[in-house]
């Protein structure tokens, strides 16, 4: 089982990244996929999920209702975050997990995780 996200990088405040999530080695359209991120002496903050089969219900943070949008394309076993309107606050590692049983925002909730993406946010 694997998954990898990438897709992070530095942008200035008020800009735009996209995150991918790439899957492999189990059946990606049976799992929700979450998003997550992790600041430096902080806990790790579920942001968005989405579930599985094609019903596509999203969860989204209060922190992040309105700029981020996550979307995922079982053809290519891969999910997104698009984030916009990006800020200081935001800078962490970002993470993507999957989770068999329920989407939600809780990492407890999730089976698998993959390596993070950093993402920076100069002011």
């Known amino acids: 089982v694997q998954l990898q996200a990438s897709g992070g990088g530095l942008v200035q405040a008020g800009g735009s990244l996209t995150l991918s999530c790439a899957a492999s080695?189990?059946?990606?359209?049976?799992?929700?996929i979450g998003w997550f991120r992790q600041a430096p002496g902080k806990e790790r903050e579920g942001l968005s999920s989405?579930?599985?089969?094609?019903?596509?219900?999203?969860l989204y943070a209060d922190s992040v209702k309105g700029r981020f949008t996550i979307s995922r394309d079982n053809a290519k076993n891969t999910a997104y975050l698009q984030m916009n309107n990006l800020g200081p606050e935001d800078t962490a590692v970002y993470f993507c997990?999957?989770?068999?049983?329920?989407?939600?925002?809780?990492?407890?909730?999730?089976?698998?995780w993959g390596p993070g993406t950093q993402v920076t946010v100069s002011s």
């Open positions: 997990a999957a989770s068999w049983i329920v989407a939600g925002l809780l990492p407890g909730q999730y089976d698998y």
């Open positions: 080695g189990f059946r990606f359209d049976d799992y929700a």
């Open positions: 989405i579930s599985s089969r094609e019903r596509d219900t999203t």
